[in-house]
């Protein structure tokens, strides 16, 4: 079946540092990818996705490159901030609308 | 504007006693979900609905109970609690549109069974 494995947090990072958070999928047909923003306290929001290879997905200053040689879609951002702390799921969508979710990476951004 | 809630926020039960938790969306979705969420597991769908009367098992449908009687609205029922049920729950909802769609989440009901 489908799956989604990314690093395990925490991730702590100073203000202004550069993020990577890696994304690897396995899937059967041909997916669309997310990653999903989780901000304490409350539910997911979508952040930004991508629906075949080479697309780039970006919002906020967060960008994700869908790597199909590579099943890779792994989130970058030059400069966090502290408002980016949050909890973050890469997940695909394969088959319907069925959302497999990875294990979620809590990042912490330190002033 | 367009959200999908859930009540309650809150809960701490006790095992056996019959509970169900609310959601309802407002944006006309025809696709509707609960997911669990746990440390280190990320999150696992329950049960889901591609319609009005249609509802199919997800990854860990054990010990729970959906209907869908209204497009708007998806029940979690949980019919005798267990402890190893306690969780953050998310009900989810997006529109039938095959590989594009954006899920549209709840703000999570964390429930407790002692």
């Known amino acids: 079946g489908d799956s989604v494995t990314q690093m395990e947090g925490p991730v702590t990072l100073s203000e202004e540092a550069f993020l990577t958070i890696n ?20 539910g997911l929001q ?16 967060f960008e994700a490159t869908y ?11 030059g400069s966090v901030q502290v408002s ?3 909890v973050y799921f890469c997940a695909l969508s394969d088959a319907g609308n069925m959302l497999t979710f990875g294990g979620g990476t809590r990042l912490m951004v330190k002033p | ?10 809960l701490i039960t006790v095992t056996g006693k019959k509970l169900t938790v609310t959601c309802s969306q ?14 280190g597991l990320g999150l696992r769908q329950i049960y889901y609905s591609m319609n009005v009367e249609v509802t199919d098992k997800g990854d ?3 010990g729970y109970k ?10 979690l029922i949980l019919e005798s609690p267990s402890p190893n049920q306690t969780s953050l729950y998310f009900c989810a909802s997006s529109a039938l549109q095959g590989l594009r769609v954006e899920a549209f989440f709840g703000q999570g009901t964390r429930l407790t069974v002692v």
């Open chain 1, 67 to 77: 790597r199909k040689e590579t099943t890779s879609f792994h989130l970058e951002k």
């Open chain 2, 66 to 75: 959906v209907s869908r009687k209204e497009k708007r609205n998806f029940p």
């Open chain 2, 26 to 39: 407002n944006m006309n979705h025809e696709y509707m979900s609960w997911y669990r969420q746990d440390p």
């Open chain 1, 46 to 61: 979508l952040l930004l996705k991508a629906t075949k290879a080479d697309d780039k997905g970006s919002n906020k200053g």
């Open chain 2, 60 to 62: 860990v449908p054990e």
């Open chain 1, 84 to 86: 980016d702390s949050a």
């Open chain 2, 1 to 10: 504007e367009a959200q999908v809630t859930q009540n309650p926020r809150y």
């Open chain 1, 23 to 42: 994304c690897t999928y396995t899937a059967t047909g041909y997916p669309s990818l997310f990653w999903y923003v989780q901000y304490p306290g409350e």
